[in-house]
Nanobody, 116 residues
Framework: QVRLVESGGGLMQAGGSLRLSCAGV????????MGWYRQAPGKQRELVAS???????NYADSVKGRFTISRDRAENTVYLQMNSLKPEDTAVYYC??????????WGPGTQVTVSS
């Protein structure tokens, strides 16, 4: 069992920045495929950014050039740096851990609200 502890959400004005953190407890985030998803009210959960165990990153078109996913071995934490925030970035953001088909875990989510 891997527990994911998210932090860093909050209220920010448009154009501002936030950094989300996802600490892994009980499993290494360095070897897993890690992802950040978001779900806005009335919408489906969507992939925002991912970072594979081999280091390949991928971003949704809507956040390319503004968001950056990274991870730190010492802290066993994955980050999502969000710059130039827009009101449409408002959502609950979830961290996802995937290692093979058997080990898939989700964090509880952290709210990000961007005001115009």
């Amino acid at each position: 069992q891997v527990r994911l502890v998210e932090s860093g959400g909050g209220l920010m004005q448009a154009g501002g920045s936030l950094r989300l953190s996802c600490a892994g407890v009980g499993g290494s985030v360095m070897i897993a495929d890690m992802g950040w998803y978001r779900q806005a009210p009335g919408k489906q959960r969507e992939l925002v950014a991912s970072l594979s165990g081999s280091g390949a990153s991928n971003y949704a078109d809507s956040v390319k050039g503004r968001f950056t996913i990274s991870r730190d071995r010492a802290e066993n934490t994955v980050y999502l740096q969000m710059n130039s925030l827009k009101p449409e970035d408002t959502a609950v953001y979830y961290c996802n851990y995937k290692y093979g088909r058997e080990y898939v875990f989700w964090g509880p989510g952290t709210q990000v609200t961007v005001s115009s």
